[in-house]
C-alpha cells in the first residue's frame, strides 16, 4: 500500500466530510476508521478511485457513529446526504484545510499543533519535541483543540501567521525527522505565495527553498549524517538557491522584516559560501541578533551560541551557551562542539556521548556517537 498516496488523500477527504455536515472532531475519527479499513482491504483489492472509496468508507464511518446518537433527526438528513458513489472531485483542499484547521476560536499554539496532527500527519511525540513539551502535554493539547472545534461551523478561517507556522514545522519534520513532508510543504507555500502577497510567505518559501537544496548532501552512502561543514557543496542544487535567494531578496527590500525572512537570511549566506571556511559568520551573528529580537526562541539563542563560537571564537561561543537552558535539545552537542574547538578533547567527548542519549532521530544518534568514538580513541592513542 502506497503510504504516501494515502497521506496526499487525506486532507480532501476530511474537507468533504466537514463540508458535508460533519464536526472535526468526527469527520477526523471517520477517516482514521476508514485508512484503517484500507491498510487491510487494498494489498488484496486496490480501488480504481482512492479518494473516492475514502470519502464512501468515511462517510459511510461517520454514519454509523451518527447513528448512535440520540438526534433522530440529525441522523435522517445525513443519511439523504450520503454522496453518490462515483469519482471525487480531483480538487485540491489541502490548503484550505489548513486554513481552516487555524480556527479564531483556538489559541495560535492549539492551531498549529491540531492541524500537524490531522492534516499535516505527524504524531503527537513528532508534535511535542518541535514544540519542547512532553507529549503528555501536547496530547492533552490536541484533545482540548479538538473539543473546542467539535461543532463549531468552519466558515471563519485563522490567519495566515498560524498556517506559516503550521507549514514551517511541517517542512523541519519532513526535513529532519523520520516522515517525508518537506516537498509536501513546498508544494502548499507555493501556492500560498501565489495567492497572497506577504513578505513573511515569501521569507518561509525562500528559507525552505534555500534549505531543501543542500537535502542531497546532508547524508551519506550508508544514511550517515553528514554536517554543515563537511558536505559537498558540489551536490547543492544551485538553481534552486538561487531562486530561493532571488525571493528573499524581494522580501526583504520590502523593508517589513519577519521571522521567516530572517532565518532565509542566515541560510542564504550558508549558500552562498564557496566553502564552509568562506561563511559570512559575523553577519550570521546579526541576523540571529535579530532573530531573538523577534521570536526571543532559546532555540534561536542556541544557534546563536554556534555561530558567535565560529566568528568570535569557541571560548566566546561557550559564554553565550551559559546563558542558556542545559535541558534544550541540542545543547549538549553544541557544547561538545565547542569544548572541542576550545581544545577539551575530554569533555567533548562526554558532552557528544550524553548528546547521542538524547539524539531525536537514528541518523543524529549514530553520528554524535560516532563524534565521541573519534575523540576518545585519540585521547588513547
Not at 133 to 156: H, N, Y
Request: hydrophobic residues 45%; contains cysteine; aromatic residues 6%.
Amino acid at each position: 500500500m502506497d503510504e504516501a498516496l494515502v497521506r496526499s488523500l487525506t486532507p480532501g477527504v476530511l474537507t468533504i466530510l466537514v463540508r458535508r455536515g460533519a464536526d472535526f472532531a468526527a469527520a477526523e475519527d471517520a477517516v482514521q476508521d476508514a485508512l484503517i479499513e484500507a491498510f487491510h482491504v487494498w494489498p488484496a483489492a486496490p480501488p480504481r478511485d482512492p479518494k473516492g472509496w475514502l470519502v464512501t468508507v468515511a462517510w459511510r464511518k461517520f454514519l454509523d457513529q451518527a447513528r448512535a446518537d440520540s438526534a433522530r433527526r440529525r441522523r435522517e438528513d445525513l443519511t439523504e446526504d450520503e454522496p453518490p458513489p462515483g469519482p471525487a472531485p480531483g480538487v485540491d483542499d489541502t490548503l484550505q484545510l489548513y486554513f481552516l484547521c487555524a480556527h479564531p476560536s483556538l489559541t495560535p499554539s492549539s492551531a498549529v499543533a491540531l492541524t500537524l496532527r490531522a492534516v499535516g500527519g505527524l504524531t503527537t511525540r513528532q508534535i511535542a519535541r518541535a514544540y519542547l513539551v512532553p507529549e503528555a502535554t501536547m496530547a492533552q493539547r490536541i484533545s482540548r483543540a479538538k473539543r473546542t472545534v467539535s461543532g463549531v461551523r468552519f466558515d471563519r478561517p485563522g490567519d495566515v501567521a498560524t498556517v506559516l507556522r503550521v507549514l514551517y514545522l511541517v517542512f523541519n519534520e519532513g526535513y529532519s525527522g523520520d516522515v517525508d513532508l518537506a516537498a509536501e510543504a513546498i508544494r502548499l507555500t507555493r501556492q500560498l505565495a501565489a495567492a497572497i502577497d506577504h513578505p513573511e510567505v515569501a521569507g518561509l518559501l525562500a528559507l525552505m527553498l534555500l534549505h531543501h537544496a543542500r537535502r542531497a548532501s546532508r547524508t551519506g552512502p550508508d544514511g550517515s549524517l553528514v554536517p554543515l561543514a563537511e558536505q559537498d557543496r558540489g551536490r547543492w542544487d544551485t538553481r534552486m538557491i538561487a531562486e530561493g535567494i532571488g525571493i528573499l531578496q524581494a522580501a526583504l527590500a520590502r523593508a517589513r522584516l519577519g521571522e521567516f525572512q530572517a532565518q532565509a537570511a542566515v541560510a542564504a549566506l550558508h549558500a552562498d559560501a564557496p566553502t564552509a571556511g568562506e561563511t559570512d559568520w559575523v553577519q550570521i551573528v546579526e541576523w540571529y541578533d535579530e532573530l531573538a529580537r523577534l521570536t526571543d526562541s532559546p532555540v534561536v539563542r542556541l544557534n546563536r551560541a554556534v555561530a558567535i563560537g565560529e566568528a568570535d571564537g569557541p571560548r566566546a561561543g561557550l559564554a553565550a551557551l551559559a546563558a542558556l537552558d542545559e535541558a534544550l535539545p541540542r545543547y549538549a552537542a553544541v557544547a561538545a562542539y565547542l569544548h572541542e574547538r576550545d581544545g577539551d578533547p575530554e569533555t567533548a567527548a562526554r558532552l557528544y556521548a550524553e548528546a547521542a542519549r538524547k539524539a531525536p532521530n537514528l541518523a543524529e544518534r549514530d553520528h554524535l556517537t560516532r563524534q565521541a568514538a573519534r575523540l576518545n580513541a585519540g585521547r588513547r592513542r
